[in-house]
């Protein structure tokens, strides 16, 4: 079965190992796959907010979710797919009051089969683009002080560090602080 919906697609790329990569907006078809995604990469990395067994969102949860940021203009989330599975996830969550509308947070995630690939960075651009679009004037992020190549990223795509956020997560008992990152747009 194809998942891939032509309606929405935002960019296709070829990856740095030759494979192509399309980059589309999560449709609530999608939801399934996106928790199977979530929950596969729980396990590759101690750099997410949650680990393994800990996203217990429900399919009908995760499709109300896709829905609320196809409604708001001021939100996004897309999907890397390469070789018919998802390789990458880029949710931007806008505020929803008034004051604070032209500000939204990214969350990014990319499976560690394509860490390097350049996946990462088509999809904090494509969360740039869409800003720019749609009124947003501030995106900010929390990344581990640790994680020297989203950190290189997210330099590279005019991010600056804003402060660090001691102690923000604690994986097997060990804390770890993290960086509160922004651009303006």
């Known amino acids: 079965m194809?998942?891939?919906?032509?309606?929405?697609?935002?960019?296709?790329?070829t990856l740095k190992n030759g494979s192509s990569c399309r980059f589309y907006r999560a449709d609530?078809?999608?939801?399934?796959?996106?928790?199977?995604?979530?929950?596969?990469?729980?396990?590759?990395?101690?750099?997410?907010?949650?680990?393994?067994g800990e996203f217990a969102m429900r399919?009908?949860?995760?499709?109300?979710?896709?829905?609320s940021f196809k409604e708001r203009s001021n939100?996004?989330?897309?999907?890397?797919?390469?070789?018919?599975?998802?390789?990458?996830?880029?949710?931007?969550?806008?505020?929803s009051r008034k004051r604070i509308y032209h500000w939204a947070e990214i969350a990014l995630s990319v499976s560690k089969k394509y860490w390097?690939?350049?996946i990462g960075k088509a999809l904090v651009g494509l969360a740039i683009e869409h800003a720019e679009k749609n009124g947003i004037t501030r995106i900010g992020?929390?990344?581990?002080?640790?994680?020297?190549?989203?950190?290189?990223?997210?330099i590279k795509m005019g991010f600056e560090n804003e402060?660090?956020?001691?102690?923000?997560?604690?994986?097997n008992d060990q804390?770890?602080?993290?960086?509160?990152?922004?651009?303006d747009i």
């Open 2 to 13: 194809e998942n891939f919906h032509s309606e929405s697609l935002l960019r296709e790329i």
């Open 28 to 52: 609530i078809g999608d939801s399934e796959r996106i928790i199977e995604y979530i929950n596969s990469i729980a396990v590759e990395s101690d750099y997410l907010s949650f680990g393994r």
């Open 59 to 67: 399919t009908e949860d995760e499709r109300r979710l896709i829905s």
């Open 75 to 95: 939100c996004l989330m897309a999907v890397a797919e390469c070789d018919q599975s998802i390789a990458g996830l880029i949710t931007m969550q806008g505020g």
């Open 116 to 118: 390097g690939m350049g």
């Open 141 to 154: 992020l929390k990344v581990r002080t640790d994680n020297a190549r989203a950190i290189a990223l997210y």
């Open 163 to 171: 402060g660090r956020l001691k102690r923000f997560m604690k994986v």
């Open 175 to 183: 804390y770890f602080d993290f960086y509160q990152m922004g651009r």
